[in-house]
Every structure is written in C-alpha cells, then in structure tokens.
C-alpha cells in the first residue's frame, strides 16, 4: 500500500504563486508515475501534470507555461510549482502515484484563486 499526503494548498489573488508537495510513504518501490489532478465543483477530475520515473513530462493544455511538476531525486516526493494563477485554477489537487497499474489517491488539497 502507498499513502500520499499533500500540502502547500491555500487562497492565492490571481496572478499569484503557489507550490503544492506530496510525500508518498509505505511500501513505494516501483512507482512509475506521480502526477496532479484536479477537481472543481461541478466538473469531473482532471490530470493537471505528471512526471514518470524516467523523468517523462506530461502537462494538462490550460497549465502548460504556468505550472511546473518536479519530482525529488531519491525521493517520493512530487511537487507541483503553480504560477500565474487564474480563478479557473480554483479546485481540489489531489496526488496520485502509480505503482504496478495501481492508482494510489491522496486526500486533496484544496486551491482558491480570487479575482
């Protein structure tokens, strides 16, 4: 089992910066995949970045440019560097890593852009 616990959420004006961490712990080997996805009220949960073991970038279209995904050397940690945020980007992060075609779920964190 992997447990996945995520901090760095908050409220942020637009235009801000936030930078999201997730710590995953137990047992981690063989995770290939960590990625960010996001939920909002009323909409369905979508992939936001992920990084794979082999350090394989992957960015949603309405992030690319604003938000960074990086992954500890050594570690199972995954940060996600979020820049230039807009209201739109008001939603529920949660964490997920992969480990053996398992997904693996944090408890989420939730981001409030103002205008």
């Known amino acids: 089992q992997v447990q996945l616990v995520e901090s760095g959420g908050g409220l942020v004006q637009a235009g801000g910066s936030l930078r999201l961490s997730c710590a995953a712990s137990g047992s981690t080997i063989g995770i290939n995949v960590m990625a960010w996805h996001r939920q909002a009220p009323g909409k369905q949960r979508e992939l936001v970045a992920s990084?794979?073991?082999?350090?394989?970038?992957n960015y949603a279209d309405s992030v690319k440019g604003r938000f960074t995904i990086s992954r500890d050397s050594g570690k199972n940690t995954v940060h996600l560097q979020m820049n230039s945020l807009k209201p739109e980007d008001t939603a529920v992060y949660y964490c997920?890593?992969?480990?053996?075609?398992?997904?693996?779920w944090g408890q989420g964190t939730q981001v409030t852009v103002s205008s």
């Open positions: 990084i794979t073991s082999g350090g394989r970038l």
């Open positions: 997920k890593a992969v480990q053996y075609y398992v997904n693996y």
